[in-house]
């Protein structure tokens, strides 16, 4: 079965930049039309889509994040990388990647396998 598991530091600087990988086991994440997905979740407020990468490497972002985010995928190792630059107080928030038959833009149900989530603190 599939199975996601994020990493990265649970602290960051404001203005610097956070950077987590996921990390696939189960699954190709080359795979025909599958969708790797970054969703986070802020304390107390709901789920916020940031972007996706396709099984092509194809990306989108969220209009909101998008001048902030970049999202790439190392193949040899199946993992994919979310980097939030500039970040501030407001980007803590526990962070999930996840698996879907779609970008999962639309709505987080559309996604079907998740990691476990990592919380993700940031300093002022």
């Known amino acids: 079965q599939v199975q996601l598991q994020e990493s990265g530091p649970g602290l960051v600087k404001s203005s610097q930049t956070l950077s987590l990988t996921c990390t696939v086991s189960?699954?190709?994440?080359?795979?025909?039309?599958?969708?790797w997905t970054w969703i986070r979740q802020p304390p107390g407020k709901g789920m916020e889509w940031i972007g996706s990468i396709s099984y092509s490497g194809s990306t989108v972002y969220s209009p909101s994040l998008k001048s902030r985010t970049s999202i790439f995928r190392d193949t040899p190792k199946n993992q994919f990388t979310l980097q939030l630059s500039s970040v501030t107080p407001k980007d803590t928030a526990v962070y999930y990647c996840?698996?879907?038959?779609?970008?999962?833009?639309?709505?987080?149900?559309?996604?079907?396998?998740w990691g476990q989530g990592t919380q993700v603190t940031v300093s002022s």
């Open positions: 189960g699954g190709s994440i080359t795979a025909d039309n599958f969708y």
């Open positions: 996840a698996l879907g038959g779609t970008d999962c833009s639309d709505s987080q149900f559309e996604c079907i396998y």
